[in-house]
């Protein structure tokens, strides 16, 4: 089991920037790939970025590149996602998820390729 638990998130203007965590307190995450999701109440799990266990690569849904990015250290065991020129449609909650990566180059773009999620974090943006 890999406990995950993201922080960071809150209300903010539209513009503005907000810096997310996922940080593994138990076990090391580099044998993981790492992804962030959201999800509003309603609808489906969004994919917003994937990093690979490395942290060598990273990908992003269209709607977000440019403005955000993924980074991760692992000596800390921490994913982050660097939020930056927010809208308000960005709101809603934020998820990391963990993902047990043989091919190290490897990025998972399905909720249903993770193994391990963590509680979500909200993000408002208000216009």
């Known amino acids: 089991q890999v406990q995950l638990v993201e922080s960071g998130g809150g209300s903010v203007q539209a513009g503005d920037s907000l810096r997310l965590s996922c940080a593994a307190p138990?076990?090391?995450?580099?044998?993981?790939?790492v992804g962030w999701f959201r999800q509003a109440p309603g609808k489906e799990r969004e994919f917003v970025a994937a990093?690979?266990?490395?942290?060598?690569?990273?990908d992003y849904a269209e709607s977000v590149r440019g403005r955000f990015a993924i980074s991760r250290d692992n000596a800390k065991n921490t994913v982050a996602l660097q939020m930056n020129s927010l809208k308000p449609e960005d709101t809603d909650i934020y998820y990391c998820a963990a993902k047990l990566s043989w091919y190290s180059g490897s990025l998972y773009y399905e909720p249903n390729k993770y193994d391990y999620w963590g509680q979500g974090t909200q993000v408002t943006v208000s216009s």
């Open positions: 138990e076990r090391p995450l580099n044998p993981y790939a």
């Open positions: 990093i690979t266990r490395s942290g060598d690569a990273a």
